[in-house]
């Protein structure tokens, strides 16, 4: 039987993603460009960089998907102007500022590539606690690591597309970075399958890149159930 939606819904959920990615990145950056005219806060670079990345993975995916309703293509549309908008204002502060910039997503890449690497000494504990506290276990550490995870496979994408699309972070050593992580997550596929399977664990992202293993552990996808078309 078809269901009604079935067709629709991974498209429609990204397309509403969108306006959450676009909102706080645009935030971000003009915390940024705030930060250098005014001496005003820094931005969250870990944020910042992990939202360029889900933009531009959740606009070339959507691209790709048929859009069933005028409407609907009409926002996708004004996603993808506010997101080319949000890449102007990055590429001006990146302009007068790139030996700075380069530094600092550097640092953040080593950093988080690091916690990876050091996994079982810094988690092994904290992922054997028990979990009753919801049906997602978003309360469980194991939740946290994840999305960790996730937002570092997002900056590695945005830095990789803007090395490519746009020739910038040139001095970013994007494949010596994921080499790095493929070694590390072998750590970390092992203590999310035992964890996962242990607690019940399922995901609460039903789309990601589809090299993101840690959103497609056999078993534990997301499950959404339309509505049945009477």
Known sequence: MQLKGEREYPNLWLLGRMTPVNDLLHY????????????????????????????????????????????????????????IENESLHDVVYNDHKDDLIARVNVLLEELVSF??????????????????????????????????????FIIIGIRYRQLEEDQYRNVDIDLYERRLTIADFTLKKLALITANRIGYQESAPLAPDDFWWRHMPGYEYVYKPVETV
Do not use: I
Request: net charge negative; hydrophobic share 35%.
């Open 28 to 83: 971000e950056l003009e915390c940024l460009w705030d930060h250098y005219l005014n001496d005003g806060d820094w931005p969250d670079f870990r944020l910042l960089f992990g939202l360029l990345g889900e933009g531009a993975f959740g606009l070339k995916l959507l691209a790709k998907f048929p859009f069933v309703r005028n409407f609907q293509k009409e926002y996708f549309e004004q996603m993808q102007a506010y997101y």
């Open 116 to 153: 990876f690497e050091n996994l079982e000494l810094e988690m092994s504990e904290k992922l054997s606690v028990d979990d009753d506290s919801s049906e997602t276990c978003e309360d469980h550490p194991l939740y946290e690591l994840l999305n960790t995870r996730s937002e570092l496979g």
